[in-house]
């Protein structure tokens, strides 16, 4: 099969075909039979545009009939004056631009791609013979930066096109960037290059046709299609209806092959199939037809399927009470019909119990559904009224209406009982749990209530008596003290209450409360403990009204006591009196003793002590519990303990001097002779060797002091020392040596003090005083000396060579990623220590070394000493390399929300072991998966990251930019002026404020629909309109809202004042006329002067009112009214449902 049109090109019609899929521009005409002419004179420019865009993702292929005409013009300037030529040319402006005069249709049209194909030599750079080439943005000329594919590469373009003949032209376009242009059969020309980036600007939505143009010269200059898909349907459907449609495709050959889609999975072959939905919606329609010749076509046209109406059964108030009506109302739809003769809207008094109703609503769109209700009638409740129905004044009374929901008392209250205080009428109504009411009414009579009063001292002292009285004249009497007479006497305090009753069993209470004062309590303050020879002073305290002291005092305060028993008796203001009494006691003085060390050496100090008191005063002024003395004397202490009593004591101190101490002179020996040190001047003795005793032998090796301290028998102490000088000879070979193997060496003995001469023994054999050494190994070397006068030393020293040199080398990753670096390092010891030396490739190298290897490869390092040792290591490092990639995606543009599943396809460096993709939409999205799957949700050009890295650590991250397109969503949106509006008056124009959209299409629900942008639109019919507005985009992006218009009826009401009901046939009834007026709801009523009624009717003909009007007679008889005013009321129901009343006056004249 021939591929004639693949891709996204989509008729963008809803409910209805266009009527052709191409738009004519400028001077191109429909030529019949799918051909066009674009030219037919001179100084024209005309075009053929598909109405629908082709998406340059997806792969296209068209193939068409051109023709030329005959006029020939191969030469410059042209003798026979042919015409420019045809272009087929990729755009996205639109399908009503065409080019200007001259220029192969393809001149000023920008941006654009264009295959010219060019019968005139526009100047003396143009080939002699007719061309074809490719240009991009409108410009024709050869030779620009605009001539993409130069007449030069063309293959198989004819010398002369213009030969009247048909010639066959194909473009093929893969996604991508390569375009094939096909010429009668022959390929003869391809590009490569990305024109949607680069000449579109990212868009990947364009317009495709044919264009040509005439200068001064012509040619008729035709294009011809092969096939066109085509169909249409009769409307938008309910679901589960049956849907038809009828196939318009047009072809040059017979159409053999129709493939419908309906959208929702179903598919069918047959040319004018049907097909029911089950789910509303809006679906795309597709058709594919194929002709006989294998060429094929396809159209999308969108259908709504309506959604059956939710339909509600609706009461205005449900379960109701006996004897209310009940208005029935259907929801959800436009129009209802009820069963059971109930009237949508209707008031009517429904059945007692439960009785079952069923309703059928139809919406605006004609789709209809059912629904059902079950209307509940229950009995009203009968309340009695309980309780006692008189009282006393001052008592109550309880009144009880029986168990139900709710209550309402007159004049008050809300609950089940209600108490009352005052006597009358009342009456109660009550809810039950259905909301139904009842009432009941009693009276309740009140009689007179008692006050009794009691009389008597209300406040007493203890021990005193009160008589309470509680007044006479009453029948009986009852105390809280459960007495029964008219007085009580109380000696408690406490409250007191009597209830009293008379001759009508009333009753009054009162109660009086009796306080029984406290005595008072005094509190005698004072010293009550007294220091020897001292007096205090006793106070009772005040707020007393009078006081009475043991001692006759009768003041609050007495003084000057001494010791012994003492009371007071005080009286307060209520007379009540209270006695205290308190003992004096007389203490002792303190009795201090001072201890502490009474005897102490000269230059020392001892510590005394005067015990624990409560304040001190020495003699030495000092006010501490202890002292610090260091001089001989007599020391005394006064003491206050904490009653304030006082104490003194003294303590003599006696400092003795210390011991005279003498060591003996200093002396002078040789070295290793016994010497005899002497100390004396005390009792006991000890030296710094030690010993206890005055005397000491000492040998020491070089001068020494030694020293002794001395104690007398006061255990005080002195000390004094002595000093024994030695004469000696000495020997130093030095410190240790440590030297590089195979190294020379010099030893020399220095010798101090000593007699001349000196003579050397080394273990060597040498006898002067420096020896010369080959080092090979370790050795320890002696020597002795001997001074002239026999003294003598000896010394070592030891010559040691330095360690083997070591050289321990590592390297901080033995397996690195492409372009990382990679650091040696390594631990020298040995030799005679730093510095040390690295060589690598034979250069003197820094540790630690780094290196960025680009392949794997093993590095040497050598380590020298100062020694001139060296150790060699080696070390391999592998290099991985940096993991390289590419990635594809299932969709490349598309309509939000787009799931778009993404794949890596790895070149270098797998396999991998993670994976994150990064989409860069604004939720931010991310994967870790291989093959992510991706909901881009909002509108933009997005570049899509992915980061992997390999099983062998390395990673790499990728941005491809400008992969994923998401068109934008346009959002459908109008408001109509009026919403409501009456048939009067029944045009509504409908804003668009619809945002991003190209295309709108507006079904108003009455068999019209429209596509302009903001239309004004008359409705013929009263009702509810549910209008429809599509909005879709170039890229077909679509959006649909909906807004309910209601169309009203117009109600009107007329009645005349008077009438002449003498049978002229004129004027001769009285009736009312009017708009909207519910016949099966009407009354009228005619009543005289006196209010009586003598005309009443229920008939209404909405066509002859006047045949239900008043002729002016009392109704039920043959008795003409009197001449004068008559009253009349008419009630009745607009076709809404809303009751209304209508009163006047009308005049009878005979």
């Known amino acids: 099969m021939k591929q004639l049109f693949f891709g996204l090109l989509f008729g963008l019609s809803i409910g209805f075909s266009y009527s052709q899929q191409f738009d004519i521009a400028g001077a191109a005409t429909d030529a019949g039979g799918l051909c066009y002419n674009l030219t037919t004179t001179t100084g024209q420019s005309g075009a053929v545009w598909n109405q629908n865009t082709i998406d340059l993702t997806q792969p296209f292929d068209i193939s068409v009939t051109l023709n030329f005409g005959n006029n020939d013009a191969d030469n410059y300037p042209d003798p026979l004056c042919g015409a420019d030529g045809i272009s087929f040319i990729l755009q996205p402006n639109g399908t009503g631009i065409s080019s200007t005069g001259a220029g192969v249709g393809f001149e000023w049209i920008v941006p654009s791609f264009g295959v010219l194909m060019d019968t005139y030599s526009a100047n003396p750079t143009d080939p002699l013979g007719d061309h074809i080439s490719i240009h991009q943005n409108g410009d024709p000329l050869h030779g620009t930066a605009n001539e993409l594919m130069p007449?030069?590469?063309?293959?198989?373009?004819?010398?002369?096109?213009?030969?009247?003949?048909?010639?066959?032209?194909?473009?093929?376009?893969?996604?991508?960037?390569?375009?094939?242009?096909?010429?009668?059969?022959?390929?003869?020309?391809?590009?490569?290059?990305?024109?949607?980036?680069?000449?579109?600007?990212?868009?990947?939505?364009?317009?495709?046709?044919?264009?040509?143009?005439?200068?001064?010269?012509?040619n008729i200059q035709t294009v011809c299609f092969d096939i066109m898909a085509d169909f249409i349907t009769a409307s938008d459907a309910c679901v589960n209806e049956t849907v038809s449609f009828t196939d318009q495709s047009q072809s040059t050959t017979a159409i053999t092959t129709w493939n419908w889609n309906f959208g929702d999975g179903s598919t069918s072959t047959l040319q004018n199939p049907s097909h029911t939905y089950t789910v509303s919606g809006i679906y795309n329609v597709t058709l594919e037809v194929i002709d006989m010749g294998g060429f094929s076509l396809t159209t999308t046209i969108p259908i709504e399927i309506f959604a059956l109406p939710s339909v509600t059964a609706n009461a205005n108030e449900n379960p109701l009470c006996e004897g209310q009506q009940v208005i029935l109302s259907g929801g959800g739809a436009a129009t209802y019909i009820w069963d059971g003769g109930v009237t949508n809207g209707t008031a009517f008094l429904p059945a007692m119990g439960t009785t079952e109703y069923n309703v059928t609503g139809t919406d605006a769109n004609g789709c209809t559904n059912t629904s059902t209700i079950d209307i509940i009638v229950n009995s009203n409740p009968s309340p009695d009224i309980t309780g006692i129905l008189d009282f006393c004044t001052g008592s109550n009374t309880t009144l009880d209406a029986g168990s139900f929901s709710t209550y309402a008392w007159s004049p008050s209250g809300t609950t089940q009982t209600i108490t009352l205080t005052t006597g009358g009428n009342y009456s109660v109504t009550v809810t039950d749990i259905n909301g139904c009411t009842g009432t009941d009414l009693v009276t309740v009579t009140q009689n007179t209530g008692l006050s009794p009063s009691i009389s008597g001292t209300l406040n007493i002292c203890p021990g005193n008596t009160t008589t309470l009285n509680a007044g006479s004249g009453y029948a009986l009497y009852y105390w809280s003290t459960t007495d029964v007479s008219q007085t009580i006497d109380v000696v408690v305090a406490g409250t007191y209450s009597v209830t009293v009753s008379d001759a009508n069993g009333c009753t009054g209470n009162a109660s009086v409360t009796v306080n029984v004062f406290s005595n008072p309590s005094p509190v005698i303050?004072?010293?009550?403990?007294?220091?020897?020879?001292?007096?205090?002073?006793?106070?009772?305290?005040?707020?007393?009204?009078?006081?009475?002291?043991?001692?006759?005092?009768?003041?609050?305060?007495?003084?000057?006591?001494?010791?012994?028993?003492?009371?007071?008796?005080?009286?307060?203001?209520?007379?009540?009196?209270?006695?205290?009494?308190?003992?004096?006691?007389?203490?002792?003085?303190?009795?201090?003793?001072?201890?502490?060390?009474?005897?102490?050496?000269?230059?020392?100090?001892?510590?005394?002590?005067?015990?624990?008191?409560?304040?001190?005063?020495?003699?030495?002024?000092?006010?501490?519990?202890?002292?610090?003395?260091?001089?001989?004397?007599?020391?005394?202490?006064?003491?206050?303990?904490?009653?304030?009593?006082?104490?003194?004591?003294?303590?003599?101190?006696?400092?003795?001097?210390?011991?005279?101490?003498?060591?003996?002179?200093?002396?002078?020996?040789?070295?290793?002779?016994?010497?005899?040190?002497?100390?004396?001047?005390?009792?006991?003795?000890?030296?710094?060797?030690?010993?206890?005793?005055?005397?000491?032998?000492?040998?020491?090796?070089?001068?020494?002091?030694?020293?002794?301290?001395?104690?007398?028998?006061?255990?005080?102490?002195?000390?004094?020392?002595?000093?024994v000088n030695i004469g000696d000879i000495y020997l130093d070979l030095g410190s240790d040596r440590l030297v590089c193997k195979g190294e020379s060496v010099i030893l020399t003995a220095s010798v101090s003090m000593g007699t001349l001469p000196i003579s050397y023994i080394w273990s060597t054999g040498g006898t002067s005083a420096s020896i010369g050494l080959d080092v090979d190994s370790d050795a320890t070397y002696f020597v002795t000396i001997v001074d002239a006068t026999g003294c003598s030393a000896t010394d070592q020293v030891s010559v040691e060579t330095h360690p083997e040199l070591s050289f321990n080398l590592f390297v901080s990753e033995n397996e690195i990623c492409e372009g990382e670096t990679v650091s040696f390092n390594g631990n020298i010891t040995g030799g005679p220590g730093a510095p040390y030396y690295v060589f690598h490739d034979e250069n003197i190298v820094a540790l630690p070394y780094t290196v960025s290897p680009a392949t794997g490869n093993t590095y040497t390092f050598t380590a020298q000493d100062l020694c001139g040792q060296e150790v060699e290591q080696t070390i391999a490092v592998t290099v991985n390399p940096i993991p390289q990639f590419t990635i594809q995606s299932d969709i490349s543009a598309s309509c939000p929300p787009a799931e778009i599943s993404f794949s890596a396809n790895p070149e270098t460096g797998s396999p991998y072991s993670s994976y994150t993709w990064s989409f860069n939409d604004p939720n931010h999205g991310f994967s870790n998966s291989s093959d992510p799957t991706y909901n881009f949700e909002e509108a933009g050009v997005?570049?899509?990251?992915?980061?992997?890295?390999?099983?062998?650590?390395?990673?790499?991250?990728?941005?491809?930019?400008?992969?994923?397109?998401?068109?934008?969503?346009?959002?459908?949106?109008?408001?109509?002026?009026?919403?409501?509006?009456?048939?009067?008056?029944?045009?509504?124009?409908?804003?668009?404020?619809?945002?991003?959209?190209?295309?709108?299409?507006?079904?108003f629900r009455d068999g019209d629909s429209s596509t302009a942008a903001s239309p004004m639109h008359h409705f013929d019919d009263i009702g509810l309109y549910n209008v429809e507005l599509v909005v879709s985009t170039i890229h077909g992006c679509t959006d649909t809202v909906y807004q309910l218009i209601e169309i009203t009826d117009e109600y009107t009401f007329f009645a005349p004042d008077a009438f002449t009901p003498n049978g002229d046939q004129l004027n001769d009834k009285f009736f009312v006329t009017g708009n909207g007026i519910d016949p099966s709801t009407f009354t009228m009523l005619i009543y005289d002067r006196w209010g009586e009624l003598i005309y009443e009717t229920n008939e209404y003909d909405i066509n002859e009112p006047s045949l239900s009007g008043w002729d002016g007679k009392v109704q039920g008889s043959r008795k003409l009214s009197e001449t004068g005013v008559y009253t009349w009321l008419v009630m009745f129901r607009h076709n809404n449902g809303i009751m209304h009343e209508y009163s006047g006056a009308v005049t009878v004249m005979w």
């Open 525 to 723: 303050t004072g010293d009550t403990q007294i220091c020897p020879g001292t007096t205090t002073t006793l106070d009772a305290g005040a707020g007393f009204a009078a006081y009475l002291w043991s001692t006759t005092d009768m003041t609050q305060s007495v003084s000057e006591l001494s010791s012994g028993n003492y009371s007071v008796t005080v009286a307060d203001a209520n007379g009540c009196t209270g006695t205290n009494n308190i003992i004096v006691t007389e203490l002792t003085n303190p009795v201090p003793v001072i201890t502490g060390n009474p005897e102490f050496c000269a230059g020392s100090s001892a510590i005394i002590n005067a015990g624990l008191f409560t304040s001190y005063i020495w003699s030495t002024s000092q006010v501490t519990q202890s002292i610090t003395v260091t001089t001989s004397g007599i020391y005394s202490v006064t003491v206050t303990d904490a009653n304030g009593c006082t104490g003194t004591d003294n303590i003599s101190i006696t400092a003795n001097p210390l011991p005279v101490v003498s060591a003996g002179p200093d002396q002078s020996a040789c070295n290793g002779a016994s010497i005899n040190l002497t100390a004396s001047g005390g009792n006991f003795y000890l030296w710094n060797t030690g010993d206890p005793t005055a005397t000491i032998t000492v040998s020491p090796s070089s001068t020494t002091t030694f020293y002794v301290t001395v104690t007398d028998l006061n255990g005080c102490t002195g000390t004094d020392n002595v000093t």
């Open 942 to 1003: 997005f570049d899509v990251s992915l980061a992997v890295t390999s099983t062998k650590g390395c990673s790499n991250t990728i941005v491809f930019e400008d992969l994923i397109t998401i068109y934008q969503q346009p959002t459908a949106n109008f408001f109509p002026d009026p919403q409501i509006t009456s048939f009067v008056n029944a045009d509504v124009y409908f804003g668009n404020y619809s945002a991003f959209g190209d295309y709108f299409y507006w079904d």
């Open 151 to 218: 007449h030069t590469s063309a293959v198989g373009f004819p010398y002369n096109v213009e030969d009247g003949a048909d010639h066959t032209f194909r473009f093929v376009w893969t996604p991508g960037g390569t375009a094939q242009v096909y010429f009668d059969g022959v390929l003869s020309l391809t590009y490569t290059g990305d024109i949607v980036t680069n000449i579109f600007g990212g868009n990947t939505h364009v317009f495709w046709g044919f264009s040509s143009s005439t200068g001064g010269c012509w």
